[in-house]
């Protein structure tokens, strides 16, 4: 009898302690392209939330400008950036935009307004893309925003 209580403590502490550990992964952020997350989601909504993306980018001049060349013209980095969960998203949606020549705005509203990840944004912008090739480019744009990032930060 006592080695049965100790087995089923034993298995309630390790599901416990295994389902903390699981929750804590799942805090650190990740890629996941297809699928509605961003790059660093977790890492980043720690140290900002979506009203500041626009301000943290244009204390990094370098990062402002860049950005500030793939949009178009007069657009504002501050309202630009409003509504994207991280930095990251945002990034990367600004390269979306300019590499497939996809409206900015229209990419915002379907990945802010509608909930849309990057991939399913692209595909339905883009219908006559693939579902693999526009997850593919939304994985190159989230590696252009995670090489343009780690410098300024």
């Known amino acids: 009898m006592k080695s049965v209580i100790c087995s089923v403590a034993f298995v309630a502490c390790f599901s416990l302690s295994t389902s903390v550990l699981a929750q804590g992964r799942g805090q650190a952020g990740g890629l996941r392209v297809g699928h509605g997350g961003g790059i660093g989601h977790a890492a980043n ?9 626009g301000q943290k980018i244009t204390e990094h001049p370098k990062l402002a400008s860049k950005l500030q060349s793939l949009l178009p013209a ?18 990367a949606a600004v390269h979306v935009s300019h590499n497939l020549n996809i409206p900015f705005d229209q990419l915002k509203e379907k990945m802010v ?9 692209i ?18 744009a989230v590696a252009q925003a995670k090489e343009e990032t780690k410098s300024q930060f």
Do not use: Y
Request: proline share 2%; aromatic share 4%; glycine share 12%.
């Open 123 to 140: 595909h339905e912008l883009k219908p006559g893309m693939t579902k693999d090739a526009a997850d593919s480019e939304a994985q190159k």
């Open 45 to 53: 909504t720690r140290t900002q939330t979506k009203a500041d993306i």
């Open 74 to 91: 007069g657009t504002n980095l501050d309202a630009a950036a409003s509504g994207f969960k991280n930095m990251g998203q945002f990034v």
């Open 113 to 121: 307004t509608d909930h849309k990840s990057l991939g399913g944004a």
